[in-house]
């Protein structure tokens, strides 16, 4: 292979040539070599594309050259010729990412049409109308995606023309009709770009290659890669294919069809299906498109080949493929497969099925699946138990439930939701330029379109709710408004939409959250089976406990007691230890604490029986716990107010006052908190040591196995872990009977400080396990207030890629994974086998957990919610790292 080699014809490729040929021509070229009806073509490859952007955007004559000369080889195969007045040849041109992108880069079909070839392949044909059409098809598409003008503008003559001969749909457009709308596109052009529309179809063809690599950095490709987390460098493919015509009248149509249903993952071949149509026609939802079944009423023989070639490709490419094709005269033609995209639903069933039909292996299964599609199986549905004002149903694109306000633009769909407002996207049908509103979006709602349209294929792929082809609906976008039979609902309004029955309904409804199916707890079982990192949950509530055994935790990384004392019956006691003068009083104080905080960890400790149970000591500092000082001098000048200023209610509050005063810090994160309240306050460490102790005597008594693993927070000096430990023992050995009790107690810290980390060597002396604290450390290596740099100006460094991710979201893999490197190395080599685990948010993130894995922590722990992702991350992680 050359390496300087920029095109390939369709038959000099493979599926295997996907990084140089992009997806699509990758597997155009696999299915002519597996002898599929594929029109002729070539593809220019992303090479050529990162050579036009090193050039600055200048195709160079050696290209050009290789183009013309893979062109003539198409004009071989059809026995047409480019630009010729009796017998044109016609050509699309499209886009092929290396990885799939739906949507977001630039198509230009019938490329080659003039106002002289359009007369030579109605002639040829012996259909004006079809040559008509497609050349007013052409102006449009090649107006809009090469020269720049607004799509609207076409479209609003299109109405006009419409409505002028009183038709509907585009189909049923005159001779006359097509003509006069031609003339009006071309004058479009003119008034618009000042030139008349280009007549030169090798013109034609270079502009159109030139606007598709443009294409790879327009807005809505750079928002989807980032989304999706594909890399800006990849570059595209450009494939010129021989035109097929599905618009040639009623024997010739097109289609979109997955061999599985993308929204549930049942094996039956699902898609939709126009006459007289192309393929941009069902693909944009400008028209509702009929079920599959239609092709077998229509096109019997061209249906069964399709079902074959559908069972074919399935076969060959071992997962759920999307199919695009057009039947031209009753003939079938393939242009284009790939790997579905699919719901997190039947993400997993299909992975399952597959594995059962002996398709694929088990352990393919596993990396068949996302794991943030999990998480997608976890969204909220709608309560059933409610009477639902149902407004009106659509096609039900994408299941899941949202409610929001109405929003007609994407624009302010992602402005309000970045003021926190929750909206719901309604649309006549979305563009690709609608990506940052699908995104902005809790659902996508359109009013035309079928369920292989862009709105149905960008929102499954994303795990968001959406109905398509409501046709009862109507978008007024003049009076913002949408008029559903009777009913008008104005922007603003709040409605609700179920994209597992394609309901539109008014108001707001009641969520529920599922659990996992059958199909999901098999996959997660496999997971299991991979020996990798074990998962635990952060839960500090028996309820979150629960929860984390249900979704499979092996036990809890992170039980936070500062929750515990925020209750209304709990608060006013901390309070009155915090504002203690002695230390009799606070221990008297505590005292009151005491049974609430035994009957926390006996709740805990028995719903996680006979699982690891780390609980972390008292973290922030104090004055969370109290008023304000804004609030403490109001309550004052009102006290002084009513009763005097000597008054025993005003010096009491004077007290409190210089209470909250003493304890404000310049920067609390760094201040007087963690180990340091235990060391200076031994009594509030005494009191939780004592509630853990007897709340595992209670439950050892009651037949129970309790793990407690007691973590002391932000050491940073070995002789800190040093005093605390000393003192915690001493409780539990007054609070157990034997030696076999005291062995179900580990005893050791959090390390969220660089000086944690580099001095691990000799904390780990001293502690039977560390838990690494990565939100914290992040911000401590790194020097970010998390709420600061979020708020401020991380998005801005993400987008200038001054870094590559959200350091609170992954792992900072060569700062803060550094920090932990190291400290795991200095930790194994003084305590060999010491348990090492994560409890931060890192824990429940696909890229941090391999990092996890690889330096060898022995458990990550997350939010229960998050478990099940963690689960089959670590699997892939272990899978990956296998197969390096």
């Known amino acids: 292979m050359s390496k300087n080699k920029l095109i390939y014809l369709f038959s000099e490729g493979n599926k295997s040539m996907k990084t140089l040929l992009g997806g699509k021509g990758a597997n155009l070229a696999e299915m002519m070599s597996i002898g599929l009806p594929v029109p002729p073509g070539f593809t220019v490859t992303t090479e050529a594309c990162n050579e036009y952007y090193s050039k600055g955007g200048t195709i160079t004559q050696d290209l050009k050259s290789e183009i013309f000369k893979a062109l003539s080889k198409i004009e071989e195969d059809t026995d047409k010729k480019f630009g010729d007045k009796l017998n044109p040849l016609l050509v699309s041109v499209r886009s092929g ?10 198509t230009v079909l019938n490329l080659g049409l003039n106002d002289e070839t359009v007369k030579g392949l109605s002639k040829k044909t012996d259909n004006e109308r079809f040559a008509l059409d497609s050349y007013r098809r052409f102006i449009q598409m090649f107006g809009d995606v090469v020269l720049k003008i607004e799509h609207h503008l076409f479209e609003k003559q299109l109405d006009q023309i419409k409505k002028r001969y009183n038709v509907t749909e585009d189909t049923e457009l005159t001779i006359e009709a097509l003509k006069e709308l031609i003339d009006s596109y071309k004058q479009i052009t003119k008034a618009e770009t000042g030139r008349e529309f280009p007549q030169e179809p090798k013109e034609q063809l270079l502009l159109a290659i030139q606007s598709v690599f443009d294409s790879w950095n327009n807005q809505r490709a750079k928002v989807y890669r980032d989304i999706h987390d594909i890399a800006h460098d990849l570059g595209t493919a450009v494939n010129i294919q021989a035109m097929v015509f599905g618009n040639m009248g009623e024997d010739s149509g097109t289609g979109v069809a997955f061999t599985r249903n993308p929204s549930n993952g049942e094996k039956e071949v699902y898609g939709e299906f126009l006459l007289n149509a192309q393929g941009e026609d069902v693909v944009a939802g400008i028209r509702t498109p009929k079920s599959i079944d239609q092709l077998e009423k229509d096109f019997p023989k061209a249906y069964k080949q399709f079902m074959e070639v559908s069972a074919l490709l399935e076969k060959h490419y071992q997962d759920m493929q999307d199919i695009e094709f057009t039947v031209e005269n009753k003939k079938l033609y393939l242009l284009q497969t790939r790997n579905g995209k699919r719901t997190a639903e039947a993400a997993v069933k299909i992975a399952v099925d597959m594995y059962n039909e002996k398709l694929i292996t088990k352990k393919s299964a596993l990396t068949r699946v996302e794991p943030n599609q999990i998480a997608h199986l976890l969204h909220p549905q709608i309560d059933l138990e409610q009477e639902l004002k149902v407004l009106t149903k659509g096609l039900p694109a994408s299941p899941g439930a949202a409610t929001g306000e109405l929003v007609f633009d994407s624009n302010e769909a992602e402005e309000l939701s970045s003021q926190g407002k929750k909206v719901i996207l309604v649309r006549p049908e979305t563009t690709p330029d609608d990506i940052h509103g699908i995104v902005a979006a809790e659902g996508i709602l359109t009013t035309r379109g079928g369920m292989t349209s862009h709105a149905a294929v ?4 994303m795990g968001k709710p959406c109905v398509t082809g409501c ?6 976008l003049d009076n913002q408004e949408l008029k559903v039979n009777d009913k008008i609902i104005q922007k603003g309004e709040i409605v609700s939409i179920d994209g597992s029955t394609g309901n539109l309904i008014m108001g707001s409804v009641k969520l529920t ?8 707890q098999k996959l997660l079982k496999w997971a299991d089976e991979i020996e990798s990192v074990g998962v635990r949950a952060n839960a500090d509530t028996p309820e979150d406990a629960k ?4 979704f499979g935790a092996t036990g809890i990384g992170l039980c936070r007691t500062e929750h515990m004392f925020m209750g209304t019956e709990r608060l006013p006691k901390i309070q009155e230890m915090i504002i203690s003068d002695s230390e009799i009083e606070r221990e008297e104080a505590l005292e009151k604490l005491l049974p609430y905080q035994e009957q926390d960890f006996y709740e805990i400790l028995k719903a996680m029986d006979g699982y690891p149970t780390t609980i972390r000591l008292l973290d922030p500092p104090l004055h969370e716990f109290l008023p304000n000082v804004h609030s403490v001098k109001k309550d004052l000048d009102k006290l002084i107010n009513q009763y005097g200023e000597n008054s025993h209610q005003v010096e009491q509050q004077r007290q409190l006052l210089n209470k909250v005063r003493s304890l404000e810090e310049s920067n609390p994160m760094l201040g007087f908190r963690g180990c340091r309240l235990g060391i200076l306050y031994p009594e509030i460490y005494i009191m939780q040591a004592k509630a853990i102790a007897r709340a595992a005597k209670t439950l050892v008594d009651e037949g129970y196995t309790p793990k407690p693993e007691i973590m002391i927070p932000l050491v940073g000096h ?13 409780v539990i050995e007054k609070h157990t009977r034997s030696e076999h009790e005291q062995k179900l107690y580990h005893i050791g810290t959090m390390l969220e400080l660089p000086r944690a ?3 691990a060597d000799e904390i780990a002396e001293h502690a039977e396990f560390f838990s690494f604290g990565t939100n914290d450390l992040t911000q401590t290596a790194l020097g970010y207030s998390r709420d600061d740099a979020e708020g401020k100006f991380l998005a801005h460094y993400m987008q200038n890629e001054i870094i590559p991710e959200n350091p609170f979201m992954t792992i900072d893999q060569k700062g803060v994974g550094e920090l932990i490197t190291t400290a795991v190395d200095k930790a194994s080599r003084t305590k060999p086998g010491i348990k090492l685990g994560v409890c931060g948010e890192h824990g429940g993130d696909s890229q941090s957990i391999e990092f996890f894995y690889k330096v060898g922590l022995n458990y990550v722990s997350c939010s229960p919610f998050r478990v099940p992702v963690a689960r089959l991350s670590a699997a892939q992680a272990a899978l990956k790292l296998q197969e390096e």
Do not use: H
Request: proline share 4%; hydrophobic share 40%; net charge negative.
């Open 513 to 520: 959250d599922p659990g996992l199916n059958e199909e999901c």
């Open 718 to 730: 070995d002789k800190e872990l040093v005093i605390l430990k000393e003192m915690i023992e001493d």
């Open 547 to 550: 929860k984390a055994r249900e």
């Open 97 to 106: 990412a290396v990885i799939s992108m739906p949507g977001m880069m630039d």
């Open 757 to 759: 980390c580099v001095t």
């Open 471 to 476: 046709d009862e609906a109507r978008v007024d």
């Open 458 to 461: 960008v929102a499954r792929g």
